[in-house]
């Protein structure tokens, strides 16, 4: 081979090697699998997480994935969606909240598994401990031990003749025991009258609100739950032709017609939630990683459910406020 022809020969040689190095390191990329409860996505939510991910250097579509599937509170849905993940070989699983964490938990115990949303996942049996979760799962709990107490004191001043708070808890939510006993603890201070209504679907919805507008001098507290979640709307339509002051946990309730909302922000647990996905796509064993508490609550306040309902915010409340909804 002459000089000349050896010299091109090496030189495409070296930068082909490059150019394939650069084109294998392109196409390899994290996959996340992110199961949800819900029937369908939600725009705040997703982008909150995709601005969690993009927080740590992982955009979608350029160095990561997302296999996204939604479940719509089905459990054995959850279940068939969850397996599907595993034989995808996703790097890690967000299960959003239950019963994706269950299900997600059922199908595999080594890839790294993220909840976003629960409530008690020592009572759930998800981790071994808050502080150190063991095993393959960690993540972010809803729950924080004086929210219901302010719910109930946010209620009171917006109804100065409370008496009565009603409820409402899905039995099938395993977090609301919890949460009940920490109503109970709240209304021995305040005085008020405490009535637990139980609801695992719409038509038991509808029955319970029937009960809470039977009788007079309530105000209603539903607890967060995926089917509540869902069912937000219909709930606020069903308070407020009762004329029922109705507390949410989450702003979504309000924005959907619900007198006020306090509780952790959604956004901002997904928005965390990635990035506990982001460090254990970087290294970090979940077993290793804490499960964190809520630290951004949020009051959300209906002025239109107010007018609707013949009520007036005290000023000082609506100064507090982080969204008035008018």
Same mark, same amino acid.
């Given at each position: 081979?002459?000089?000349?022809?050896?010299?091109?020969?090496?030189?495409?040689?070296?930068?082909?090697?490059?150019?394939?190095? /650069? =084109?294998?390191?392109?196409?390899?990329?994290?996959?996340?699998?992110?199961?949800?409860?819900?029937?369908?996505?939600?725009?705040?939510?997703?982008?909150?997480?995709?601005?969690? $991910?993009?927080?740590?250097?992982?955009?979608?579509?350029? +160095?990561?994935?997302?296999?996204?599937?939604?479940?719509?509170?089905?459990?054995?849905?959850?279940?068939?969606?969850?397996?599907?993940?595993?034989?995808?070989?996703?790097?890690?699983?967000?299960?959003?909240?239950?019963?994706?964490?269950?299900?997600?938990?059922?199908?595999?115990?080594?890839?790294?598994?993220?909840?976003?949303?629960?409530?008690?996942?020592?009572?759930? /049996?998800?981790?071994?401990?808050? =502080?150190?979760?063991?095993?393959?799962?960690? /993540?972010?709990?809803?729950?924080?031990?004086?929210?219901?107490?302010?719910?109930?004191?946010?209620?009171?001043?917006?109804?100065?003749?409370?008496?009565?708070?009603?409820?409402?808890?899905?039995? +099938?939510?395993?977090?609301?025991?919890?949460?009940?006993?920490?109503?109970?603890?709240?209304?021995?201070?305040?005085?008020?009258?405490?009535?637990?209504?139980?609801?695992?679907?719409?038509?038991?919805?509808?029955?319970?609100?029937?009960?809470?507008?039977?009788?007079?001098? +309530?105000?209603?507290?539903?607890?967060?739950?995926?089917?509540?979640?869902?069912?937000?709307?219909?709930?606020?339509?069903?308070?407020?032709?009762?004329?029922?002051?109705?507390?949410?946990?989450?702003?979504?309730?309000?924005?959907?017609?619900? $007198?006020?909302?306090?509780?952790?922000?959604?956004?901002?647990?997904?928005?965390?939630?990635?990035?506990?996905?982001?460090?254990?796509?970087?290294?970090?064993?979940?077993?290793?990683?804490?499960? !964190?508490?809520?630290?951004?609550? !949020?009051?959300?306040?209906?002025?239109?459910?107010?007018?609707?309902?013949?009520?007036?915010?005290?000023?000082?409340?609506?100064?507090?406020?982080?969204?008035?909804?008018?």
């Amino acid at each position: 081979m002459d000089r000349r022809r050896f010299l091109l020969t090496s030189l495409a040689g070296a930068l082909a090697v490059p150019f394939a190095a /650069g =084109a294998q390191q392109a196409v390899k990329r994290s996959r996340i699998g992110f199961l949800s409860p819900q029937a369908g996505p939600s725009p705040t939510i997703m982008e909150a997480f995709r601005q969690g $991910l993009r927080d740590l250097g992982y955009v979608e579509g350029e +160095n990561i994935l997302i296999e996204y599937r939604w479940a719509g509170r089905e459990l054995e849905k959850a279940r068939k969606q969850a397996f599907e993940l595993v034989d995808l070989k996703v790097d890690v699983i967000l299960a959003a909240a239950p019963p994706c964490i269950q299900a997600a938990k059922e199908a595999t115990q080594t890839i790294p598994i993220v909840f976003a949303v629960t409530g008690d996942p020592l009572a759930e /049996g998800l981790v071994a401990s808050l =502080a150190r979760p063991g095993g393959n799962i960690t /993540g972010l709990t809803s729950i924080a031990p004086d929210v219901i107490a302010k719910q109930m004191e946010l209620l009171r001043e917006v109804v100065p003749k409370l008496t009565r708070v009603v409820l409402l808890e899905n039995p +099938n939510n395993h977090a609301h025991p919890r949460m009940v006993r920490y109503a109970e603890e709240a209304v021995r201070a305040t005085g008020l009258q405490l009535q637990i209504l139980k609801a695992r679907n719409l038509a038991e919805i509808e029955t319970a609100f029937g009960v809470m507008t039977n009788q007079r001098g +309530n105000g209603a507290i539903v607890l967060r739950d995926s089917l509540f979640f869902d069912e937000r709307t219909h709930i606020a339509d069903l308070a407020r032709r009762g004329r029922l002051p109705l507390m949410r946990g989450e702003r979504e309730g309000a924005e959907a017609g619900a $007198l006020i909302a306090y509780g952790a922000n959604l956004q901002d647990s997904y928005r965390r939630a990635a990035a506990v996905v982001g460090r254990i796509l970087k290294g970090a064993k979940p077993g290793d990683l804490p499960v !964190e508490q809520p630290t951004k609550f !949020e009051l959300v306040i209906n002025l239109k459910t107010a007018k609707t309902l013949g009520l007036t915010i005290p000023p000082s409340l609506l100064a507090r406020a982080d969204e008035i909804i008018e």
